[in-house]
T-cell receptor, first 111, second 125 residues
């Protein structure tokens, strides 16, 4: 069981907006540690998508955005495209564990 | 852009040691943190640990008793050793660069901005 909780799956039609939630606790997200998001396309390594709650690395489309509130965070994808079909992971730091923690991952299906 | 490439034996016998190396190119291994993350088949990501170029380490508490991460600055490489492996250690092992700051801001706890392609480590049951 992951320290950060994500829904196993989400889906949406092309052009729609979907969100992926990431729920933590007072020892990680709620303690002020940054939330970071990764996209893992089938058969490939994870790729940094969002860092520091809501910042996009160079080259990541502005269709992807992140937000954080209290002990939770969310990844939003607007204008959904077929190429967005992938697994998405949130990541933070946990002070109780003194280490990096990941969410269990969310599979996005584009209908 | 830094590139990372994992290498090492793909098959390890139960109770033996899994040894992997990550070669960093396109930049120096100095002044950064370097990490290992694994992913069992069909499952999520699990952080194993990280090392600073100076040699300071931090390991996942659930693996700490079996893990050693080391760095070889002369070869621009860092390595993972996982002892007493079982079938539960079968996974794709990724090496990654861990950073704390980007765009003028810093984030305690860090995040992974560059990843290797991953290598499958199999422990037969």
């Amino acid at each position: 069981q992951s320290v950060l909780t994500q829904p196993p799956s989400v889906s949406g039609a092309p052009g729609q907006r979907v969100t992926v939630s990431c729920t933590g606790s007072s020892s990680n997200i709620g303690a002020g540690y940054g939330v970071h998001w990764y996209q893992q396309l089938p058969g490939t390594a994870p790729k940094l998508l969002i860092y520091g709650n809501n910042n996009r690395p160079s080259g990541v489309p502005d269709r992807f955005s992140g937000s954080k509130s209290d002990t939770s965070a969310s990844l939003a994808i607007t204008g959904l495209q077929a190429e967005d079909e992938a697994d998405y992971y949130c990541q933070s730091y946990d002070s109780s564990l003194s280490g990096v923690v990941f969410g269990g991952g969310t599979k996005l299906t584009v209908l | 852009q830094v590139q990372l490439l994992e290498s090492g034996p793909g098959l390890v016998k139960p109770s033996e040691t899994l040894s992997l190396t990550c070669t960093v190119s396109g930049g120096s291994i100095s002044n950064d943190y370097w990490s290992w993350v694994r992913q069992p088949p069909g499952k999520g990501l699990e952080w194993i640990g990280y090392i600073y170029y100076s040699g300071n380490t931090n390991y996942n508490p659930s693996l700490k008793s079996r893990v050693t991460i080391s760095v070889d600055k002369s070869k621009n490489q860092f390595s993972l050793r996982l002892n007493s492996v079982t079938a539960a250690d079968t996974a794709v092992y990724y090496c990654a660069r861990m950073t704390y700051c980007s765009g003028g801001s810093c984030y305690p706890g860090g995040f992974f901005d560059s990843w290797g392609q991953g290598t499958l480590g199999t422990v037969p049951s």
